[in-house]
């Protein structure tokens, strides 16, 4: 795949500078390379696809960019039970171990994917503007495909802000002075996304799945993904049989989409896109590749390298002297979750015990294994530590198996021969003991097992009530910040807003809980 994934890239790389990452008034000005006059430029379809290309862009950035080692899979899990923070102590990403120990403040968080996401909005809302002037030169398929795509991808960069923040300023049209936009409570911001997305899937504009030379544009499967996870976690009832049917339609496309056979080819390079992929985040090697002086380069990953421990002597794929970071060792818990014949424990987790190497903060010998860097994967030159190629796999079909499962149990209940069907096909594929009847917690159980470190720990805990607040009885080491673990209050199922955002709009309010007063 790796030619493929080149080319999705390469497109990429056309994508102009449209915007500054900070929320000033120069975030929300436009530069045109060419010196033309905007409304002159983009008036052509290869001038259209450049803006649609840039607005692809920030999804690369939250990696590393702005300051901040963003992660997505890390940052959504941060305060959940399946890692560590590790690096070398507790100031070594500073606002990771304090959100991981319930200490945040605004001053501690994750601001740069705040600018990141509205960035990406930002480009969005240019490129949806753009169509009206270029219409005249656009056939009708390639502009009902180019506003669908932004519009769904404007949904997905909200749809993080969402998770994250809760109450957010909300526009679908970019701002003029004094720029400033509402912030609207989380549940209205549900509401406007629901509704989108809703028509974004309804035009049936999308295909199911891109060619292979264009894997990681919105897809009608994404459009569905991002559906049941937002109706799920809003506990939104009403569409729960609409969700179901969107995950039974990509578990029933056969053509297009299935689960492998082997769980852990999923994670090899030659596991990109294939059939259970149903979006990633594309990393190359070999082409614009990240630098130190260039965080948003649109080359590799930094994950492996910073997922890894340290001063390597050699082995298992990874060249001796490598330099790994330290960070998100993996909870001996984690390891301990599965039967020791799960085909997806070796899978997920790097067993290092017994490997001479430098211990680093909150080491346990265990390592993702999902993002392992393999000296293959890796730039042969440059910033060989920011530079691997290793997709960021966000949605897959086994992830739909076990939303599926979900909703079947909420709309029928958890003896749903149905559910237990979707829970036994990832389980058979793991080689794991099937049982007679699931629960829900056993889904919950499941998508911890199946999906760990993708980005979902978290927002899965809080939508099963077993994160915030009193009524949440499982608890894991630091849970609250306590040793033994402990309860915490619902508000802070939300990361806090940055005290930047907050010093520079006075009618941006702070998530309850976070009220410490700025300078």
């Known amino acids: 795949m790796k030619t493929i994934k080149y080319i999705a890239l390469g497109v990429l790389a056309t994508s102009m500078t449209l915007a500054n990452t900070s929320c000033s008034d120069s975030f929300l000005e436009v530069e045109n390379p060419s010196g033309e006059n905007l409304e002159e430029y983009y ?18 950035w939250p990696d590393w960019a702005l300051g901040q080692y963003n992660a997505l899979n890390i940052d959504a899990e941060i305060m959940g039970d399946d890692f560590w923070v590790g690096g070398s102590n507790k100031t070594d990403m500073q606002n990771w171990h304090m959100l991981s120990n319930y200490e945040a403040n605004s001053s501690n968080t994750l601001s740069s994917l705040w600018t990141v996401d509205y960035s990406g909005i930002k480009r969005c809302n240019d490129l949806l503007k753009y169509l009206g002037w270029a219409e005249a030169n656009l056939t009708a398929v390639n502009k009902a495909s180019y506003e669908m795509q932004g519009r769904a991808l404007r949904v997905y960069y909200y749809n993080n802000l969402w998770h994250y ?33 809703e028509s974004v899937i309804n035009s049936n504009v999308l295909p199911m799945r891109w060619d292979d030379v ?39 496309d056969k053509n297009d989409y299935g689960i492998m056979d082997d769980f852990a080819s999923i994670w090899k390079n030659s596991g990109e896109w294939c059939k259970e992929s149903i979006w990633e985040v594309n990393y190359e090697i070999g082409f614009s590749e990240r630098s130190w002086s260039n965080p948003q380069g649109i080359g590799g990953t930094v994950l492996p390298t910073l997922i890894s421990p340290n001063s390597w002597p050699g082995g298992d794929g990874w060249d001796a002297g490598a330099n790994g970071w330290g960070f998100m060792p993996v909870r001996t818990e984690t390891y301990n979750m599965f039967a020791s014949n799960d085909k997806r424990r070796d899978a997920t987790v790097w067993d290092c015990r017994g490997v001479e190497y430098t211990k680093r903060y909150q080491d346990t010998g265990f390592w993702l294994g999902k993002y392992r860097p393999y000296t293959e994967n890796n730039a042969t030159s440059g910033d060989k530590d920011l530079n691997y190629n290793n997709n960021l796999r966000v949605y897959r079909v086994a992830e739909a198996y076990l939303n599926a499962a979900e909703a079947e149990m909420h709309l029928n209940g958890e003896g749903s021969a149905k ?57 894991w080491e630091l849970k609250g910040g306590s040793t033994k673990g402990t309860t915490f209050a619902k508000t802070n199922n939300l990361y ?15 998530i309850d809980g976070y009220n410490e007063v700025q300078n």
């Open 165 to 197: 923040f809760g109450n957010i300023p909300f526009y679908l049209e970019n701002l003029s002075s004094p720029y400033t936009a509402p912030q609207l409570s989380a549940d209205e911001v549900y509401n406007n996304l629901i509704t989108e997305l």
């Open 496 to 510: 806090p807003i940055p005290s930047s955002e907050i010093r520079s709009n006075k009618n941006l309010t702070q």
């Open 214 to 252: 264009n894997c990681g544009r919105m897809s009608q499967a994404m459009c569905y993904m991002m559906y049941a996870e937002m109706v799920m976690y809003q506990k939104d009832t009403s569409r729960y049989a609409t969700a179901l049917q969107y995950m039974q339609e990509i578990i029933n």
């Open 43 to 60: 008036t052509t379809d290869a001038h259209i696809n450049e803006a649609l290309n840039a607005a692809y862009d920030p999804t690369h």
């Open 419 to 475: 559910a237990k069907k979707y829970i036994d096909a990832l389980r058979n594929r793991a080689h794991a003991a099937v049982r007679p009847s699931y629960t829900l917690n056993d889904v919950l159980d499941e998508r911890s097992r199946e999906l760990y470190c993708e980005g979902q720990r978290r927002t899965d805990l809080i939508r099963f009530n077993q994160f915030g607040g009193t009524q949440a009885t499982y608890k």
